[in-house]
């Protein structure tokens, strides 16, 4: 496979670091820049980083001593020097969308964990196991832009990512008419640990800032289709969403109640959810899990500690299937929120863009 230079923006944050620690030894991506606010560049990332390296693994030897950058004044050398970004800066929206913008012009896609673009009409969103021919949508931003190389390219939000690609099967082959989500979700969200959030031990936040709207409106977009060089949203199902804030370090859970146009069995379900491949499975990318969404018998499962790595915790984890007495059925589902929610799901991302070429290295 070819290899690809790539630099992370955004690199000193959560999701920055875990950019970096799944960027270490990847087997297509090398990591030549890191780049983050001006008070961090300058500095090695080591220093930058100092005490505040969250991941469960040591810092990357191959991180620790790249020179951070300055994500925006530094943007042209960035570009010029790897052949994609990913994006993970913590700025104001509007800020985001024109500096991502930006590096798209200077000719340098960018893949970004970001929400600021997920709602332009020729950006696609992407789930590459649910979704992955909206990257067609590509080549009209391209022509909006002005550009032969650059563009950009969005994940979805962590939270849909717990249940959406449980429900993506059944809506292909039943039809989904009602969906009912609540999530209980990591404090690694909100770029926290315990140890920078001691106010989430032994407690419950009932609200997270935007993210019932993200939970509702973002799986539209995902479920759309591509039309006149835009994503048209899908219509239906309603979705109705809660989600809140749980003493978990990663892995957000989603208890899920699904109407369908044409109910299935539970053994149609089951069977649906083993024997689904997406288009990361055919193209056996590196990040892609092998079993997509996994089932776990036991009442007590999926449970976060347990069971969030699953696949390097790129696995959907599914639990306690059962008919419900409003609803047709309810169920549970579980996902790695740092790791397939985020900057895990970045890389799966850019590999379907790097295998289909839409992306290439430099000469």
């Known amino acids: 496979m070819k290899k690809y230079k790539v630099g992370v923006i955004g690199g000193t944050g959560m999701v920055g670091q875990r950019f970096v620690s799944l960027l270490a030894n990847h087997p297509w991506f090398e990591l ?6 001006p008070r961090s560049a300058g500095k090695t990332y080591a220093d930058a980083i100092g005490n505040r390296w969250a991941m469960d693994i040591p810092l990357p030897e191959n991180a620790a001593g790249l020179i951070v950058m300055d994500a925006a004044a530094d943007m042209q050398k960035i570009a010029d020097s790897v052949d994609f970004v ?30 600021a673009h997920r709602w332009t009409p020729d950006v696609p969103m992407v789930i590459p196991e649910i979704n992955a021919e909206h990257i067609e949508v590509i080549a009209a931003q391209k022509q909006r832009l002005g550009t032969k190389r650059g563009f950009i390219a969005v994940k979805s939000n962590c939270s849909i990512q717990s249940y959406v690609p449980a429900l993506h099967p059944l809506k292909e ?16 969200g909100a770029g926290k640990t315990f140890e920078t959030w001691p106010e989430m031990v032994d407690n ?37 969403a809660q989600c809140l804030r749980v003493p978990v370090s990663n892995g957000h859970t989603a208890a899920v109640f699904v109407r369908f146009n044409k ?8 069977a649906c959810w083993k024997e689904y491949k997406g288009r990361a499975q055919e193209l056996d990318l590196p990040s892609a899990p092998k079993q997509f969404l996994h089932y776990f018998e ?25 008919e419900d007495s409003q609803y047709d059925y309810k169920f549970v589902c579980l996902s790695h929120n740092t790791l397939r929610g985020a900057a895990g799901g970045g890389v799966e991302l850019a590999e379907l863009l790097c295998a289909e070429g839409y992306i290439e290295p430099k000469a």
């Open 86 to 115: 990913f994006s993970a800066v913590d700025m104001k929206k509007e800020e985001i969308l024109a500096l991502e913008e930006a590096y798209a012009k200077s000719e340098c896609p960018v893949i970004s964990n970001n929400s």
């Open 298 to 322: 036991e009442d007590n499962r999926p449970q976060a500690k347990l069971d969030r790595m699953l696949e390097n915790g790129m696995a959907i984890s599914v639990g306690r299937l059962r």
């Open 32 to 37: 030549k820049v890191i780049a983050a606010s």
């Open 263 to 270: 109910k299935p069995t539970k053994e149609e379900i089951l």
């Open 204 to 240: 419950l936040i009932p609200y997270i800032g935007g993210e019932e709207e993200k939970s509702e409106r973002e799986p539209m977009k995902v479920w759309g289709h591509v039309e006149n060089g835009v994503i048209v949203n899908a219509e239906k199902p309603d979705i109705t």
């Open 173 to 188: 082959k039943y039809g989904l008419d009602a969906v009912l989500a609540c999530t209980y979700q990591a404090i690694s």
